[in-house]
């Protein structure tokens, strides 16, 4: 038998359409991408993650010279997070790339190690992870990550 999955997001033309928290984080995203070592790619992806705190937390990706032994910046902010705040649930995750310092028109959206990643904290803190995708045309915004990684090992029923 033939079956269809579908997803929910919310797309936004601008963030000042944006909850004004949602803004702040979008704002932080883009900020973080200051902090991109990248002469590789020439890509920078700034992240920003709220926790349940309250806290904000940003991350860039850093490359090397050995590709593989680089990280995504979605992953340096949530391995940031898991190693200083153990306990505290992750909220909101926001992700902004650039291409050579031009923000993508269409939000860059997380490669499948990050959403693994992002997977394994949701269920780590039994909390649904939203997740906001920045470009300068739209932004995407996912309730949770099963919206992103369908099918995920142990998902949560939310
Ligand atoms: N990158 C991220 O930091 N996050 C993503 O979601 C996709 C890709 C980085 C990895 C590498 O440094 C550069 O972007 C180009 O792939």
């Not at 949530?78 to 992750?90: E, L, S």
Request: charged share 20%; glycine share 6%.
């Amino acid at each position: 038998m033939k079956k269809t999955l579908s997803f929910n997001y919310e797309e936004f033309s601008s963030a000042s359409r944006m909850l004004p928290e949602d803004q702040e984080l979008v704002a932080a995203a883009l900020d973080a991408q200051k902090g991109s070592y990248s002469p590789y790619s020439q890509f920078q992806v700034g992240a920003a993650l709220r926790l349940a705190n309250g806290l904000v937390v940003k991350g860039a990706n850093q490359e090397n010279a050995a590709y593989p032994s680089g990280l995504c910046a979605e992953r340096v902010a949530m391995f940031w997070a898991g190693a200083n705040y153990p306990d505290v649930p992750f909220d909101t995750l926001a992700i902004a790339g650039s291409d050579h310092g031009v923000l993508c028109e269409s939000p860059a959206s997380p490669c499948g190690a990050c959403r693994q990643v992002m997977a394994e904290y949701q269920k780590k803190h039994k909390t649904p992870l939203k997740i906001i995708l920045v470009g300068s045309k739209r932004i995407r915004k996912f309730a949770c990550v099963d919206d992103l990684l369908p099918f995920i090992f142990d998902s949560l029923t939310m």
